[in-house]
């Protein structure tokens, strides 16, 4: 009987590191462009030279506090909705899991609309992306309430639904009884999506909930890994599948809640990032960890060039571009993969 050829060995163990510097590159290239590319006509070079010299003048202006802090979110928010995504997908092994499902982006989102109704985000620019994190702890609250900490995976789901389906009809309860039409249309907007008008102030009010998230769903990747098995066998295994929960859940709580307190509602990033990327990592979760976030930050930065050049005087919204590209290349993903199980 042959053994393993070596050749596809070797190329086996070769591709996530290939598939990593990819990645890395795809995603530098893309950010670099995000700085170049905008309605004020700006050359790579000055525009590169302005930003990191000590100069002042407008091109160090908009290279400074326009273009380099959307940038930078547009990865963070990308690299956490793909990381969120990826977890969720391993966890409850179910590809077609996404950040959402557990209500903490329709949560954050109800948090926002609130302040934005109520005039709180007009006192301060902190008080909206604050408001849309308390809405997320409290999602994360009533989630453990209704599941508890050792509930199983479809308890976790249905509280999750539970949840995303009140904040969903309290954001249009809200949208309804607006009296006041401008902020009735700036909720709307609102809910698209967008990092156009960021600053670093949004930068700085993220980052700290999204890094915590990332750790917390990166340490789950062991117990990812062993749920492939089937949860009987990671409990065999010594692994705490209560605490990876508690992990996943604050997790992705932190990260998500951030991403949506300071760019609104993005869809589709988390669900089909994972999908494109999981026959590059043999299908291993942990592997599928770090290769979703560096996928989440490209293609949210893709989307946020698109928006640019694609009607750039109409202010397209940017989950109105990721719904729109992520639709139907998940309903694509879906017919690959009936035809592949048929």
């Known amino acids: 009987m042959a053994g393993p050829d070596p050749i596809a060995l070797e190329a086996r163990r070769s591709q996530p590191g290939i598939l990593a510097v990819g990645l890395v590159a795809l995603t530098v290239f893309l950010f670099l462009a995000a700085l170049v590319v905008g309605p004020a006509r700006i050359g790579i070079g000055p525009g590169l030279a302005a930003l990191f010299s000590g ?13 380099l802090p959307r940038a930078i979110l547009a990865v963070l928010v990308g690299a956490s909705l793909g990381l969120a995504g990826a977890a969720m997908q391993g966890y409850l092994r179910n590809p077609l899991a996404e950040p959402g499902l557990i209500g ?35 999602a994360v609250g009533l989630i453990l309430l209704l599941a508890g900490p050792r509930g199983a995976s479809l308890t976790l789901i249905l509280a999750g639904i539970a949840i995303s389906a009140l904040a969903g009809a309290l954001t249009s309860l809200v949208l309804n009884l607006s009296p006041n039409p401008f902020a009735a249309s700036e909720i709307v907007f609102w809910m698209m999506g967008s990092l156009a008008d960021r600053s670093f102030t949004h930068v700085w009010i993220a980052l700290p909930f999204m890094a915590l998230g990332w750790v917390l769903l990166a340490g789950t990747g062991r117990v990812l890994d062993a749920l492939t098995l089937g949860e009987d066998a990671a409990e065999a295994m010594g692994l705490g599948l209560a605490r990876a929960r508690l992990m996943l859940v604050f ?15 993005i869809g589709f990033v988390g669900l089909v990032v994972p999908h494109i990327l999981r026959r590059f990592v043999g299908g291993r979760p942990s592997a599928l960890l770090w290769a979703s976030a560096l996928g989440g930050a490209a293609m949210l930065l893709a989307a946020d060039l698109s928006v640019r050049l694609i009607l750039p005087e109409r202010d397209l919204k940017l989950g109105v571009v990721t719904a729109l590209v992520g639709a139907p290349l998940f309903l694509h993903l879906i017919y690959k993969t009936r035809k592949e199980v048929a």
């Open 251 to 265: 997790g992705v709580a932190s990260a998500v809640g951030a991403s949506v307190a300071v760019a609104g509602a």
């Open 104 to 138: 903490v982006s329709g949560a954050a989102a109800l948090g926002a609309v609130i302040a934005l109704q109520t005039g709180i985000a007009a006192i301060a620019m902190p008080a909206l992306p604050a408001a849309a994190l308390i809405g997320a702890l409290i």
């Open 55 to 67: 100069t002042e003048g407008p091109t160090a202006l908009v290279m400074r506090e326009i273009r």
